[in-house]
């Protein structure tokens, strides 16, 4: 006799909202709006005639009988996770990253695993939201993460590079400010990515931060450091998106960098990395293992 089972759809929309608790993480993760998740689990009710979830829109819980549908379909995804065939190693390594961190850290070390591991082609795509390992296609994600994040549902995050941050600036204009205060009195640089930055710079550097004279905001981290090189302004940024503006002295960092509370993580698949993952993974720990914080001067 051939089953009767709801939309397939309309069962994984709702285990994702069981699982994570909030319409819009399950949206996230399913890559859909929250609107489409709601019409799912209502579409689901309809199917079996039973209420699945209770309370205001703003805030759902699940029902008894929602509570225990969401875990054994939850069971029931995992075991069919487990059985599906796995591709095997040998084709392209994707690595989702940050767009500025690809930009500033990872390409120009890339030669070294290039050099190290020439049958493994990688393959980089920028992104900061979020992502499905299998959906995406991709084989390991690097993002930033709070130590006091949650666990992670589908990912084993390994965390392979500390934060630190500090004021930078281009050299002429700290010319221009040879003390605390008057570094503190430039234009004051922005992006919309993190509008927090000094904000956080400040209270772990135990700085009182007085009102900017001029704030200037741009759009991303890069052209926010490259306006600093430019002279607009001082922006504080990440050790790993300036290091090398550093060496090269397009910036300098005379106040230096204090830590940061994320860490840099490298992500990979819950259900089991494939050889080239770890294999980056490893080298991702060990560039970062060699880079130390700057220190004021």
């Known amino acids: 006799m051939a089953r ?6 309309a069962l994984r ?15 996230d993760e399913l ?13 689901l009710e309809e ?16 029902t008894e009988a929602g509570l225990k549908l969401a875990q ?46 020439p049958d493994i082609p990688v393959r980089i795509v920028e992104s900061n939201g ?12 690097v993002r930033m993460r709070l130590p006091e994040a949650p666990p992670s549902i589908d990912a084993e995050v390994t965390p392979f590079l500390d934060h630190h941050v500090g004021p930078v600036l281009s050299p002429a204009l700290a010319r221009q400010a040879p003390d605390v205060p008057s570094l503190l009195a430039l234009p004051r640089l922005h992006t919309r990515t993190f509008v927090e930055s000094w904000d956080e710079w400040a209270l772990a550097a135990g700085v009182e931060l007085p009102p900017a004279a001029v704030n200037r905001e741009f759009d991303h981290y890069f ?13 504080v940024a990440p050790l790993t998106f300036v290091e090398g503006d550093l060496a090269a002295g397009r910036l300098v960092a005379p106040l230096g960098t204090v830590p940061g509370r ?17 294999r980056f993974r490893d080298w991702l720990a060990a560039e970062g293992s060699s880079q130390q914080a700057v220190g004021g001067g």
């Open 4 to 9: 009767q089972l709801p939309p397939l759809n």
């Open 13 to 27: 929309a709702f285990e994702a909202f069981g699982r994570r608790g909030r319409m819009t993480l399950a949206a």
């Open 31 to 43: 890559c859909v709006t929250h609107g489409a998740v709601s019409r799912q689990i209502r579409q």
């Open 47 to 62: 199917h079996l005639g039973v209420a699945l979830t209770e309370g205001p829109r703003t805030r759902l819980t699940l």
């Open 72 to 117: 054994g379909l939850t069971g029931a995804f995992d075991q069919i996770d487990a059985v599906l065939p796995r591709a095997a190693d040998g084709g392209e390594l994707v690595v989702s990253c940050l767009p500025t961190f690809a930009m500033k850290w990872l390409i120009p070390r890339l030669p070294g695993f290039v050099a190290a591991h």
């Open 130 to 141: 979020p992502f499905d390992f299998r959906a995406d296609g991709v084989d390991l994600a």
């Open 223 to 235: 052209y926010m450091l490259e306006a600093a090189a430019a002279g607009l302004g001082v922006a």
């Open 262 to 278: 994320a860490q840099v993580c490298a992500l990979t698949p819950k259900a089991g990395a494939g050889r080239a993952a770890r």
